[in-house]
């Protein structure tokens, strides 16, 4: 976590208390404050893209990153750098610029602007290929969830994904854009799927398109 601002602060702190071991970057040390006492994760003192300053953060070791610092260039960078020099897949990054944010999510990477904004959405992303309850119809037998899937189902037609986690993919979120799908629409980089399904099998569904699709014989 790059930031330890009220978003990162919160964000890191709801990642230790799902059992994930987290660290926190920021120049400022006064920063780490906003952290509760009962925080034990790692603080780092320095610039979140300096790559020695993420060795020390365990990068190397990391499956997900989030720069939620006040500045969108130093977002960017970080998690450019985090990225392509890391190879770590989970990355977003805080725009504070809605065009700016459109713009870098075609080029593949993913970023939340401030409005709205909420720690919860830093997780969605983060986590590898976590899921996100949405809606719960009033029998709680039903679930609208939303995942963000491995890559390698880019291409994969939606039919596929649905018979994958028995569900029904609601719409899709595309460019910040909510899409209806159609019987020819096929999952591309940087969707999240909205997908109806039974509540007690998002666990098992997470666990599918967290990988990448089993070759077909």
């Known amino acids: 976590m790059m930031g ?3 978003v990162g602060a919160a964000a890191a702190t709801a990642l230790e208390g799902r059992g994930h071991t987290v660290a926190v970057i920021d120049q400022d040390p006064a920063a780490f404050r906003r952290l509760p006492p009962a925080f034990t994760g790692q603080r780092v003192t320095g610039v979140g893209f300096d790559r ?3 060795r020390q953060a365990g990068i190397a070791e990391a499956y997900g990153f989030a720069a939620v610092s006040s500045g969108d260039n130093s977002n960017v960078l970080a998690a450019r750098v985090v990225r392509e020099t890391f190879g ?3 990355v977003v990054a805080r725009i504070y610029d809605p065009d700016r944010a459109e713009v870098y999510q075609r080029l593949g990477l993913a970023t939340v602007a401030t409005v709205p904004w909420a720690a919860d959405q830093v997780l969605r992303q983060v986590l590898p290929a976590g899921a996100a309850g949405e809606y719960q119809e009033p029998s709680g037998y039903l679930t609208l969830a939303r995942f963000d899937l491995h890559p390698g189902w880019v291409g ?3 039919t596929e994904i649905e018979a994958a986690v028995a ?3 609601a719409f899709i979120s595309r460019f910040g854009k909510a899409v209806l799908p ?3 629409t096929v999952y591309q980089a940087g969707d999240l799927l909205h997908v109806m399904l039974p509540t007690d099998s998002m666990l098992g569904a997470e666990r599918i398109l967290a ?3 089993e070759a077909q014989p």
Do not use: F, S
């Open 156 to 158: 994969a037609d939606l």
């Open 88 to 90: 770590v897949d989970n």
């Open 182 to 184: 159609t019987d020819q």
């Open 211 to 213: 990988r990448a699709p």
């Open 167 to 169: 569900g029904r993919v």
């Open 52 to 54: 020695e300053i993420l």
């Open 4 to 6: 330890c601002g009220r």
